[in-house]
């Protein structure tokens, strides 16, 4: 599993509420992903980061925003829950190999907005 | 805009048959990944493609690239019930950016 762990692991909130999702690495690694998962879609960016502090806007960063205060840390919220943030959110890391690099995932916040 | 698409979305082949999940982009990145994902799971890579005529087995399956079609397979031989999942292609934005799009994913059901 890479030693990624997100939480919580389901959430229900109503339309308004703030949200706060958080992914936990033990191995230091330097770039850390959102992503959302939806019917047909495949996964889509949200947000990125490497490094403390050091984030950017990937596909679909609108309603959320990230921040990453400690190298194994990297925080999605949601300021105001919509229904239409209603998903499967995944995080990443990036692992560096001898020949490419991969990116392995945590094993998913299912979140629902109503 | 980048586009990853895949087809066929929804593939059902009975035990022992051969097939193949097809992946097309639109960029000239020089990395393509595999994933798979059982239900209710997180993905799982399976395979990194670098370079035009890469190819790379693991089992029943086999994935390769052609850089210059900008066109991935991955080729299932003798398919068993155990590989029955979701696969995901996924490219990378542009050469050297680790900003990955992914496909829609295919839908593997494997029938005895």
């Known amino acids: 599993d890479a030693g990624i762990t997100q939480s919580p692991r389901h959430k229900v909130t109503e339309t308004g509420t703030p949200v706060t999702l958080r992914c936990h690495q033990t191995?230091?690694?330097?770039?850390m992903y959102w992503y959302r998962q939806d019917p047909g879609h495949g996964l889509r960016l949200i947000h990125y980061?490497?490094?403390?502090?050091?984030?950017d806007k990937g596909e679909v960063s609108d309603g959320y925003s990230v921040s990453r205060s400690k190298t194994e840390d990297f925080l999605l919220t949601l300021e105001s829950a919509t229904s239409s943030q209603t998903s499967v959110y995944f995080c990443?890391?990036?692992?560096?190999?001898?020949?490419?690099?991969?990116?392995?995932f945590g094993p998913g916040t299912r979140l629902t907005v109503l | 805009e980048l586009k990853v698409e895949q087809n066929p979305l929804f593939l059902s082949m009975q035990e022992g048959k051969n097939y193949t999940i097809y992946c097309n982009y639109s960029?000239?990145?020089?990395?393509l990944y595999w994933y798979r994902q059982d239900p209710g799971k997180s993905l799982e890579s399976l395979f990194v493609?670098?370079?035009?005529?890469a190819v790379k087995q693991e089992g029943r399956l086999m994935a390769s690239l052609d850089t210059k079609a900008r066109l991935s397979t991955l080729h299932i031989t003798a398919a068993v019930h155990d590989l029955s999942a979701t696969y995901f292609c996924?490219?990378?934005?542009?050469?050297?950016?680790?900003?990955?799009?992914f496909g829609a994913g295919t839908r593997l059901t494997v029938k005895p």
């Open positions: 996924a490219v990378d934005k542009a050469i050297g950016d680790n900003d990955m799009r």
């Open positions: 191995e230091n690694h330097r770039y």
């Open positions: 990443a890391i990036l692992i560096r190999g001898t020949a490419t690099d991969t990116q392995y």
């Open positions: 493609l670098l370079s035009n005529g």
């Open positions: 960029t000239t990145s020089d990395r």
């Open positions: 980061s490497y490094g403390v502090k050091d984030t």
